[in-house]
């Protein structure tokens, strides 16, 4: 069976719609700003500061939270698991990662290139 991360991203756009989240959405090639989910691999969210990185050559759902953010948050924590929830559903890894300094879209884009560069 086929995961068809198109679907995923719709679905992690309305999980965090549904939690009251604003975001912005990068695609995974260039880092730039999306306006439709399908094509949206990064999700970025401000306050608090989080980002959901769905990668495509490792079938895996990544949740990155900021230095200010704590897994004790009843809405960080409820965020989790329902993606934990939605990457099992759909047959991917899950990961989270606490990072010691504020997140922000440019420093992802920075870190795309960098993994591209890797031969």
């Known amino acids: 069976m086929a995961v068809n991360l198109n679907d995923i991203s719709t679905k ?7 939690n009251g989240l604003k975001m912005r959405m ?4 260039s880092g730039t700003s999306v306006a439709t989910p399908e094509s949206a691999r990064f999700f970025y969210v401000k306050e608090p500061n989080m980002m959901i990185h769905i990668d495509e050559t490792t079938k895996e759902l990544k949740f990155h939270i900021g230095q200010d953010v704590t897994i004790d948050n009843e809405q960080i924590s409820n965020m989790m698991n329902q993606l934990k929830s939605l990457a099992r559903t ?16 440019r420093i992802m884009h920075i870190r795309l290139n960098k993994i591209r560069r890797i031969p």
């Open 26 to 29: 990068f695609d995974a090639n």
């Open 12 to 18: 992690v756009m309305k999980l965090m719609q549904g």
């Open 90 to 105: 759909n047959m991917l890894d899950f990961d989270i990662r606490s990072f010691g300094k504020h997140i922000e879209p």
